[in-house]
């Protein structure tokens, strides 16, 4: 892959905090124009691997390169971070704060004015505009947040746990935001414990788990590469089938359907040949992927 | 560079254009001048009259106390302590000088009492009965001869605390027993006043060029001026420390992190309001010249600034300078407090070793005031800390040689890079460690983190 689709890339970096390795010898990559999901466990090590990425933290050992470069102050200005931990000046005006947020990014003028503007009416604030901090609502103040994020138009977009705390109406809104930005080609990193969110907006992820990553790539490789082990059956009749442990692991009926999980070495093609030797009648039989729910619990549950 | 610039802005906006730095632009002159008012007002509140029993067993001395208790001598006694207090005020207000301030008298109202037949402890008991029954406010008893080693006066009040009364009634005594010490020897009173009458002072100090100073004007004016850098050196420092606990508090930090370097962010802190202190302080400065020039053009008041000490530009330069020199010391290490704590009102525990260090400089300056040219003054005027505040007091007092001035600035200069360093290593760390104060061991750790 050449360095031009690559918009970040972590080669072996370690981060040591005293005897506490935070990241040990961390490797991933993340290509231009996709969504790349940072998952793990709190205390896995994504704060930190992230406060490398934008350069606030330097690694102890390894590399990181932004847009083909070696990671730099400069580069800071193509960022957009929003933490995880966030907060607004509490007496300073809405306007006030977002012009200081884009200033550092180099962002200055009659641009920062009209961008300004332009997202505050985006996001129904305009009226909030010369107000302080404190007589907004919290959900106002994330969108304020959100908006010094992405005000200097960034090409890449960090955003550590950017959905705990966030009302559903804010969650859809950014939702959306990201879509426009994975359109404009630009690369979205996020980090989340929620694997529902993750597994609808990820092309891409990474999981780690106790400073080490533990599995990485596209959504789909992941997925396959964890194999199809479970099948979904809506059935009558052939409970002798099922109760085979050579062929059938486990059952877990729920309403009106059964999870059933494969034997070791045994197949799936054999076992609904076999219920239907035995006269069930079938209605659903489907080889389910396993959920990233289920891959992390298994990923990090596994580990305790 | 551009970064920095945008901080130092920020800083400078957020202190400058809050309706509290007018507020205080306008009013710390004010809180000065009550400061200075508020007790001679208070002080000269005249008094209830004091209702007072003289028992006087010989029959002379206590005319003579009643005499001197009169209204019109205790104004004139009053109104020498008061000549002795302003005795800086140049003679050419003799006018103002001649009307006795009539307030801050004690006066008294004589209640008779017979005391003929009765014993000392009966008398006593008569007179606290009295007292009790709130019909008079204080005795004197006289001893039976005034003559003899042991004489003591008795005096008991009602009024505790009354100081001005006590202390006018022990001067008045003292007179009174002289008097008829004098005429029981037959020594004409008046020519052993004529003879014992004091002679006045004229102190004045010389300049360096030899030119004489007004001493007591250069006094007020030094620790106005001490004053005025400690004020706003505290005041400065604690903004400071409570911007930094702010951007921790609320996490900011990590996002100014990730546009800009932490050094940058500091500094332009540090920077940005330090100029609004300089803006605030030019102002003071800037409208007090402007005060004293005007006194000057009108020419009944100019004699009463006359003792003013000669204030160059250049001087007001080098105390613009010394406030600065001052600042960022101090700054940078309320932004070190601020980086490690976790809450303001934490900062403001650990805020008392530095606002102690200013504190004594300031008292340093006084003892620079009383001998600018003593080896003391020297030690302390380039001595870091302390110079900010001692330095431009000796430059008002006696100007020292320049390679002293020199001397002390670069010594301070080398402090405040030490301190921002140190301070600036700590920052970075500190701001983004949440949840707990950082402990000695720790912070030592982050300095010599690379």
């Known amino acids: 892959m050449s360095d031009k689709d690559v918009t970040l890339r972590v080669e072996n970096v370690t981060k040591r905090f005293g005897d506490f390795t935070a990241v040990d010898d961390l490797s991933l990559e993340v290509r231009a124009g996709r969504v790349f999901g940072f998952l793990g466990p ?146 979205v990193i996020f980090s989340t414990h929620l694997m529902e969110t993750a597994e609808r907006l990820c092309h891409d992820i990474i999981l780690i788990n106790k400073s080490k990553k533990v599995i990485g790539g596209s959504l789909r490789q992941v997925k396959e590469s964890y194999g199809r082990n479970v099948i979904a059956l809506r059935a009558a009749g052939g409970e002798a089938v099922l109760a085979d442990r050579n062929l059938v692991k486990s059952v877990v009926y729920h309403a009106d359907e059964a999870e059933i999980e494969i034997a070791d070495g045994a197949d799936a093609q054999l076992i609904l040949k076999n219920l239907i030797g035995a006269g069930a009648e079938i209605t659903k039989f489907e080889q389910v992927e396993p959920s990233l729910n289920d891959i992390f619990i298994d990923q990090v549950g596994g580990e305790k | 560079m551009r970064k920095f610039i945008a901080v130092v802005k920020h800083e400078y906006r957020k202190i400058v254009l809050k309706w509290t730095f007018l507020l205080g632009t306008l009013l710390f002159p004010v809180i000065g001048a009550c400061f200075a008012l508020v007790p001679a007002f208070i002080f000269s ?49 003799p006018g103002q000088m001649n009307q006795p301030p009539m307030q801050g008298q004690a006066t008294f109202v004589f209640i008779d009492y017979n005391a003929t ?105 030094s620790f106005i001026i001490g004053l005025m850098i400690y004020i706003t050196l505290a005041i400065y420092g604690q903004v400071i420390m409570g911007a930094v606990v702010e951007e921790k508090e609320t996490r900011i930090a990590e996002i100014l992190f990730s546009s800009a370097r932490p050094y940058e962010l500091m500094l332009g802190k540090l920077v940005g309001v330090g100029l609004a202190g300089l803006t605030q302080l030019s102002i003071w400065v800037i409208s007090i010249a402007g005060l004293i020039g005007f006194l000057a053009v009108q020419s009944d008041l100019s004699s009463l600034f006359g003792g003013m000490p000669h204030i160059t530009p250049l001087m007001v330069a080098y105390f613009l300078l010394y406030f600065l020199l001052g600042y960022f010391a101090y700054a ?119």
């Open chain 2, 117 to 221: 037949g009765r014993s000392p402890d009966e008398i006593r008991q008569d007179l606290n009965e009295m007292a009790a029954a709130n019909k008079i406010d204080a005795y004197l008893i006289a001893p039976s001869s005034i003559d003899s080693k042991d004489a003591r006066f008795e005096f008991r009040s009602r009024k505790a605390g009354d100081f001005i009364a006590s202390d006018i009634l022990r001067d008045v005594i003292n007179d009174a027993v002289r008097s008829q010490r004098l005429a029981d020897a037959n020594i004409n009173e008046k020519s052993v006043m004529e003879l014992s009458r004091r002679v006045t002072i004229d102190s004045k100090s010389l300049d360096d060029k030899g030119r004489e100073k007004d001493s007591d004007m250069l006094l007020a004016a």
């Open chain 2, 332 to 450: 940078s290490i309320f932004a070190l407090i601020g980086s490690v704590v976790t809450t303001v009102q934490e900062g403001g525990q650990f805020a008392f070793p530095p606002v102690m260090l200013m504190l004594i400089g300031f008292y340093f300056s006084f003892a620079v005031i009383r001998d600018p040219n003593s080896s003391l003054s020297f030690w302390v005027s380039i001595s870091p800390f302390f110079a900010p505040m001692t330095m431009p007091v000796r430059i008002l007092a006696e100007t020292p040689p320049f390679w002293q001035i020199a001397l002390s600035v670069g010594i301070n200069v080398l402090t405040i890079a030490a301190l921002v360093w140190l301070a600036s290593r700590v920052y970075r760390v500190g701001m983004l460690m949440y949840g707990k104060r950082a402990t000695l061991p720790e912070i030592w750790k982050w300095i010599r983190q690379v």
């Open chain 1, 42 to 187: 709190n205390g896995a090590g994504k704060t930190t691997t992230i406060r490398m990425i934008v350069g606030i933290t330097a690694p102890d050992e390894g590399r990181i390169g932004l847009f083909g470069e070696r990671m730099s102050a400069r580069l800071q200005d193509r960022i957009g971070y929003l933490p995880e931990e966030r907060g607004l000046y509490k007496k300073m005006k809405v306007a006030d704060q977002l012009r200081y947020f884009a200033a550092l990014k180099d962002l200055t003028g009659k641009e920062a004015e009209r961008r300004i503007d332009r997202w505050l009416e985006r996001m129904n604030l305009s009226e909030w505009k010369s107000k302080k901090t404190t007589d907004l609502s919290k959900g106002m103040q994330q969108k304020i947040q959100f908006i010094s994020t992405v005000l200097h138009d960034p090409d890449l977009l960090i955003l550590d746990e950017p959905f705990s705390g966030l009302d559903p109406v804010n969650v859809e809104f950014m939702i959306d935001v990201l879509a426009e930005f994975k359109q404009k080609d630009k690369t």
């Open chain 2, 45 to 93: 509140i005249k008094g209830e009259p004091t209702r007072i029993v003289i028992v006087d067993p010989t029959n002379k001395i206590g005319m003579r106390i009643r005499e001197n208790l009169a209204p019109d001598k205790i104004a004139a006694r009053s109104d020498q302590a008061v000549r002795g207090a302003v005795k800086d005020m140049p003679v050419a207000q």
